[in-house]
């Protein structure tokens, strides 16, 4: 199915929704039964993904190499993925899923560049962590608005799609963790990555994250943290987020414990405290983490 066929279905928006999603789908489905990965009812489940993420994969590539204008791409992407989820009559975990894959693929491909002397990571990476996530966003409060416009006698219909949506979200993120292999971050960034699991470490295991004690935290991040950083600053996912099962290591529960015991004995040789030989011990066993607590 070529690019400029999805195009057609993002035209017009309204397409992909209520009494036109079965036309919508009897007018593409010869298209749709022809990919080798679809289930026989045109339904797009599991290994199907490549159903959904390849005609969102080709935009995304066309955005990078000046195909197609990049302008009003959040619109055009949250337009793609819509029309995908309807025209293959795949659940939002799906749609969300293959829009993940997708994106992650653009940012993993960047590793060994086809052609040209110029880098593209940093925009592959903000198509990620920026594009793909507003144009969740925008999927999102579409729905919000239609649950505003509707009648009281339909509104809790729409307010539990849009909860639906969140929860759909939500469980695509999660079972993004599984592709280990394809999270695993670029150099450049896996500082960053590693700050947002410690981020998530820490709150699991009730440490402030004002508190200084950030580098003495040891998490191995990857992609999908900062995915989901993006999300929770853009209000579609909340903190809850950090206490998914595998998210973080799971020695954090001892966390709160031994990291304050390891830094109270420099803090109290700052603030004058005689050094004594069980003093000496303790800041031998636990090296400064900081210059700050030298000064």
Known sequence: MSLVTFQQLILDDHNVHGENKHSLHKKFHPMVASNPLSSPNGHCHG??????????DMYLEDCLDGSIAATNSIEILSGLVKALQAVNRSSWHDAF????????????????????PVPHLETRLCMLLSIATLAVADIIEE???????????????????????RKELMLSLQALGDY?????PPPCIISAANQAASKAAMLVSGINSSSGYMESINETGNMRHLIVESCISRNLLDTSAYYWPGYINGHVNSMSHAIPSQLAGWAAFMKGTPLTQSLVSVLVSSPASRCALLL
Not at 97 to 116: D, F, K, N, T, Y
Request: glycine share 6%; with cysteine.
């Open 180 to 184: 280990e292999s394809l999270l695993v």
């Open 97 to 116: 899923m293959a829009l993940w894959i997708a994106s992650v693929r653009l940012v993993q491909r960047e590793r060994e560049p086809i052609e040209g």
């Open 47 to 56: 290994g199907s993904y490549s159903a959904l993420w390849t005609p969102i």
């Open 143 to 165: 729905a919000d608005s239609r649950c505003g416009e509707t009648d009281l006698s339909s509104h809790w219909k729409q307010e539990t799609a849009t909860d639906d949506l």
